[in-house]
């Protein structure tokens, strides 16, 4: 029997998927007609966690009744047969699966994406049909009455290229595409990005390898997703004066190398997805391929959701106990922006007058103990403050982006966050 731990990551999995799927305005039901037995939210999730466990459609039906507060959760009257699974993974249009994925960002504190894209190989379960061409030319018994390639030929499995665009801070992919080709990587971000662009969301910048370095490629993200572009040149020993294209010269005069690195992430996305759900593909039809690839992406990004909850409730509780043992509060309250899973902005607030007295000119004495405290809340918190008792001592003075009218919920116990 799987474990009730299991079961309990299982169901956190379920609902953001199901979230996502109910955000992108997905029917529970893809025809009036049908016999409304299983929903589409239910074959979704089925089909994501499939892709978690690495199994077939048949061995995953069958190992599917030891997660029984999984299948209370998703209220499974009955299993349903492993064809039907195959049906409506065939049945689904792509589209729709790109939709549930664009809604990945919903309630993550993300106001502006830092994205880029980067592509991975994925390859097919089975043999190359090359190979196999090849061996049968070899194997012939007459090879001097039959010379050459036999008349009837294979067709050539091409390996597959996957492009995800990942949000850069939080990890989570927001739209993936595809391609069979070899071949230069720049034509394939305008597809990529448009897919993304459905998210509903502004750009801030997007920083990209010299794969992508092309004036076409600048040109669409200035134009059209209106954010800074961030590619290297290539072609270093070429002067500025003779590099073609506005935005290109002005990657030769220079950019931001924090701000570029970010992108190393796409491979962090990358390596993660394998090492979580394989690399291999086992479907053989390519529309197939590319929608079991959506499955697994779009587990990853309930996956990742989850993790970064968990990630700052784990904060919450370290900071909560570390104050109450230097006693420098007497009673903590924590005011969070309503809805905002990230902690976008956070307010740390002593009701009492025993609080830290901070200079109201020196935010970076701030920073400097929060640091000593942990140098990753730094950087995970977009932008925090601190109120003192100090009439003079507000928290736009340290941080500007937090808006006063913005309704907060005050809680007693950090463990109540979520």
């Known amino acids: 029997m799987t474990n009730e731990k299991e079961d309990t990551q299982y169901i956190k ?3 953001r998927v199901i979230e996502l799927c109910k ?27 499939r892709q978690y466990e690495r ?20 209220k499974l009257n009955s299993l349903p047969h492993f064809t039907a699974l195959q049906k409506f993974a065939e049945r689904i249009k792509q589209t729709l699966l790109d939709l549930v994925l664009a809604m990945a960002l919903a309630r993550t504190g993300i106001k502006k994406i830092v994205g880029g894209v980067d592509g991975t190989g994925n390859k097919p379960n089975r043999a190359s049909t090359y190979y196999v061409h090849r061996l049968e030319c070899f194997q012939r018994k007459n090879k001097k009455a039959k010379r050459g390639r036999p008349k009837k030929r294979r067709a050539v499995r091409r390996f597959i290229k996957t492009f995800p665009f990942v949000e850069l801070r939080t990890q989570i ?11 230069n990587e720049s034509p394939y971000f305008k597809p990529v990005a448009r897919k993304a662009m459905k998210c509903g969301k502004p750009f801030k ?27 290297p040149a290539r072609n270093k ?15 030769k005069r220079g950019y931001s190398k924090k701000k570029y690195h970010q992108r190393s992430k796409n491979e962090t996305v990358n390596y993660v997805v394998d090492a979580l759900m394989g690399e291999e593909v086992y479907a053989l039809d390519w529309r197939m391929q590319n929608k079991e690839l959506l499955f697994r992406y779009l587990m990853y990004a309930a996956y990742r959701f989850d993790k970064i909850k968990s990630f700052f409730c784990l904060f919450f509780r370290i900071f909560e106990e570390i104050f109450q043992k230097k006693q420098l509060f007497t009673d903590i309250h924590f005011y969070v922006a309503k809805g905002f899973y990230g902690a976008d902005h956070v307010l740390l607030y002593s009701s009492s007058n025993r609080t830290i007295s901070f200079s109201s000119k020196s935010p970076y004495e701030i920073s400097r103990i929060w640091r000593t405290s942990s140098r990753l809340m730094i950087r995970c918190f977009a932008s925090f403050g601190i109120v003192n008792s100090s009439p003079s001592l507000t928290a736009m003075s ?12 005050t809680l007693q116990n950090s463990s109540l966050l979520w």
């Open 55 to 74: 199994k077939g459609y048949e061995r995953f039906i069958k190992d599917l009744p030891d997660k029984s507060l999984f299948i209370e959760f998703l």
């Open 237 to 251: 020993e070429v002067p500025v004066w003779r590099t073609k294209g506005k935005y290109r010269k002005q990657m």
């Open 173 to 183: 992919p927001i739209a993936v595409g595809f391609s069979r080709r070899n071949g």
């Open 23 to 49: 955000r992108s305005g997905l029917a529970a039901y893809t025809n009036q007609f049908s016999n409304h037995i299983y929903t589409t939210y239910q074959h979704i999730t089925l089909l994501c966690l």
């Open 205 to 231: 910048y997007i920083p990209l390898h010299k794969g992508y370095d092309a004036e076409y490629v600048h040109e669409f993200i200035h134009d059209e997703m209106h954010a800074e572009s961030i590619i």
């Open 398 to 409: 340290f941080s500007p982006r937090i808006i006063c009218p913005v309704p907060f919920i």
């Open 13 to 15: 999995v379920a609902k």
